[in-house]
């Protein structure tokens, strides 16, 4: 069975002819067997003891997008019933109808079919994007699961488990996907970049990581725009195509913060606006560059983050100036001013 999902991935990933159009390389490198999938290991274990074994709980996979939860529950699927997976497995996403009548005709229809199955193995009901059904619909599911659980088996898929009803939680087995650590996400890109023979730098492959925070599906599509838009993937580019500021100035922007150096510290976030990025955009980026710079001590850290936080606030609530920026830029450079180092004039 496993044999032969992994001949049709390499059939679907390193086609032989090159087709007219290019598919989009989340869906050419969406892995295929669970053993491909990067990261959150134990609950992955999990869901291979469950491929072998059969039996599958119902079960509830939450976690932030594109941190493989879909992936997840289509190669449990794949894996559990191999052949059968057309005729045995009922997929619903967001992009379909959900509302109550989908659950008393489509699904209850689809648990009631008759299937011819391996011992130990169930049809599966993939409820893709959960979070976005109406209570009522979940609450016209409950029975249905019940009833028909000896031979029917649901997986939802959703960002927060808890906008699923709590009946349908209390049904279910829950498993959280954290969100994928930088080195996981480096690594599935370096291979792709090596299966594309993709042109990179690694302060290129760096920006990927740094804007994509743990979201695979958004690194690997960066580095698709990159690539196409630019056919080289460094730094410049990547923050071209995400279009937020380059961490790199943003950084020496707090760094003259820190040294108490205002003038040069406004005159960088000036540049920064200049290019037309937003309030948002600019201090965003400022908080997550101070949360890794590494010579800042964790002490000026803490004081620098708390006016972060402060102006990210003030600019959410929608007072998004560039003086508002600029009044955090004078905070921060005061923090580490020491006044006996001035010179009177
Ligand atoms: N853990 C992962 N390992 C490998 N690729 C992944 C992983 N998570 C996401 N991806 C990539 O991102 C794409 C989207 O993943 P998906 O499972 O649909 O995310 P979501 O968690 O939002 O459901 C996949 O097609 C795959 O290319
Ligand atoms: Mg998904």
């Given amino acids: 069975m496993s044999g032969e999902s992994s001949t049709a991935r390499k059939g679907k990933g390193g086609g032989t002819s090159v087709p007219a159009y290019e598919l989009p390389w989340v869906e050419k490198y ?11 290991n134990e609950t992955i274990e ?15 996979i ?44 489509r699904i209850k229809g689809f648990a009631q079919k008759k ?3 391996p011992a130990g ?34 997986a939802f898929a959703c960002n927060q488990s808890n906008k699923i009803i709590e009946p349908l939680q209390s049904r279910c087995a829950i498993l959280r996907y954290s969100r994928l650590t930088d080195p996981q996400v480096l690594k599935r890109l370096m291979e792709i970049c090596e299966a594309e023979k993709v ?29 196409a838009g630019f056919g080289f993937v460094n730094g410049d580019n990547v923050f071209k195509v995400v279009d937020s500021p380059h961490p790199i100035a ?8 820190y040294e108490g150096k205002i003038d040069s510290a406004l005159e960088k976030l000036e540049e920064l606006w200049d290019k037309g990025y937003s309030a948002v955009d600019i201090i965003s980026t400022m908080f997550r560059v101070t949360k890794t710079i590494e010579s800042l001590s964790e002490h000026s850290k ?16 929608g007072v998004s100036t560039l003086l508002q920026l600029k009044g955090c830029v004078a905070r921060l450079s005061k923090i580490n001013m020491r006044p006996e180092l001035f010179v009177p004039k």
């Fill in 46 to 60: 999990r869901l291979k003891i469950i491929a072998k074994d059969g039996n599958m709980p119902h079960v509830i």
């Fill in 62 to 105: 939450s976690g932030m997008p594109g941190i493989g939860k879909t992936t997840s529950v289509l190669c449990l699927a794949r894996a559990l019933l191999g052949d059968a997976y057309k005729e045995a497995v009922l997929e619903l996403n967001a992009s379909d109808e959900r509302g109550i009548d989908v659950v008393r005709n």
């Fill in 302 to 317: 803490l004081s620098f983050i708390k006016e972060i936080g402060f102006t990210h606030m003030r600019i959410l609530e």
């Fill in 199 to 227: 042109d990179h730098s690694d302060d290129g492959i760096a920006a990927l990581i740094f804007s994509a925070e743990g979201d695979m599906r958004q690194a690997i599509n960066n580095l698709q725009s990159t690539v």
């Fill in 30 to 40: 969406r892995p295929a067997l669970l053993d491909d999938i990067v990261g959150n």
């Fill in 250 to 257: 943003v950084q020496a922007m707090i760094k003259s913060c």
């Fill in 115 to 117: 299937v011819t199955l």
């Fill in 121 to 154: 193995r169930q049809k599966i009901v993939i409820l893709d994007e959960a979070d976005s059904m109406t209570a009522g619909a979940q609450q016209a599911l409950r029975r249905t699961m019940e009833i028909y659980s000896s031979t029917t088996r649901f």
